[in-house]
C-alpha cells in the first residue's frame, strides 16, 4: 500500500466518522424516540385501541372548524400553542378549552432552537407559559418544540416548567401536501398508541391558509373511528387511569 492510498483510506475514515457524529447529533435532536435532550413521549403502549390527534400552532381561524368536527364526533384533541398566536385570539384559546381538549405549549413565537442558547430557550417556554396561563386560567403540563428541535438546555426548561415533551407517532405533513393525501398519509401509518401531529396555523401567521388540514381532519376522524380507534388527549393516552 503505498503512501497516497494510506493517506485516502484516513481520510475516509474520517469522514465516516464525522458523517456517524453527524447522523447520532441529529437524531438527538429531531429523533421522535430521543431522550438526549430531556424525557419524550412519542406513543403509548400497545394494547388499547386509542390514539390521541394533536394540533400544532395554533389558534388561527382554522381552529373554530376543527373544534366543530371534532365536536361532531365527540372526541378530544391535544392542541399546542404558540403564545404569539394566543395573545392575537385568546378566544380561540378559550373555545379549546370550553369542549374536552387539551392545551400544550409550543413556544412564543415559534423559533428553530438549534444553536441557541439555554435562556432563550426557556424564555420561549416561560412566556408562552404565561401567556396561555392568563389567556385560558390553565397551565400547560405538555409541550412540542417547533419543528420537535430540541437543543442544550431543553433539559433544564423542562424541569425548571415541568414539562413534559410530546412527540409524535405520525405526522400528516399537511402544510404542504393536498387534503387526500394528507388523510391517507395519516390513515396508513396510525396505530395503537399513535400520536398524530397535524397543524391548525402556520407558525405565527395571522390567517394562515389551513383549509387542506380542515378537510383532512372530516375524513380523518370518522375514517378512524370506523376501524375501531378511540381517541384521548395526550395526557390520557400516555398516562391512562
Known amino acids: 500500500m503505498g503512501p497516497g492510498e494510506g493517506r485516502n483510506r484516513l481520510i475516509a475514515r474520517s469522514l465516516l466518522l464525522t458523517g456517524a457524529a453527524a447522523a447520532g447529533m441529529a437524531w438527538a435532536v429531531r429523533g421522535r424516540s430521543s431522550t438526549v435532550f430531556g424525557p ?3 406513543r403509548a403502549k400497545p394494547g388499547r385501541k386509542a390514539i390521541a390527534l ?3 400552532d395554533g389558534p388561527s381561524p382554522a381552529t373554530l372548524p376543527i373544534l366543530d368536527i371534532l365536536a361532531t364526533y365527540k372526541v378530544p384533541a391535544t392542541f399546542f400553542q404558540c403564545g404569539e398566536n394566543v395573545l392575537r385570539a385568546p378566544e380561540l384559546s378559550q373555545a379549546v378549552c370550553a369542549g374536552p381538549h387539551e392545551i400544550g405549549n409550543h413556544s412564543q413565537t415559534h423559533p428553530n ?3 441557541r442558547r439555554p435562556p432563550y430557550i426557556v424564555g420561549e417556554f416561560l412566556r408562552a407559559q404565561s401567556v396561555i ?6 397551565t400547560p403540563v405538555l ?3 417547533p ?3 430540541r437543543w442544550f438546555g431543553f433539559r433544564e426548561m423542562q424541569e425548571r416548567l415541568n414539562l413534559m415533551c410530546v412527540m409524535w407517532s405520525v405526522i400528516g405533513l399537511d402544510w404542504k401536501l393536498a387534503a387526500p393525501r394528507i388523510a391517507e398519509r395519516v390513515l396508513s401509518r396510525v396505530r ?3 400520536i398524530v401531529c397535524l397543524h391548525d396555523g402556520r407558525g405565527t401567521l395571522k390567517d394562515p391558509d389551513a383549509r387542506t388540514t380542515i378537510e383532512a381532519v372530516r375524513k380523518i376522524v370518522p375514517s378512524l373511528l370506523e376501524k375501531g380507534y378511540h381517541f384521548e388527549t395526550v395526557s390520557q393516552l400516555v398516562c391512562p387511569t
Open 147 to 149: 419543528f420537535g428541535v
Open 192 to 194: 395503537e398508541g399513535a
Open 113 to 115: 432552537f438549534a444553536l
Open 40 to 42: 419524550s413521549v412519542w
Open 143 to 145: 409541550l412540542r418544540p
Open 133 to 138: 396561563a392568563e389567556a385560558t386560567s390553565i
Open 54 to 56: 394533536t394540533f400544532d
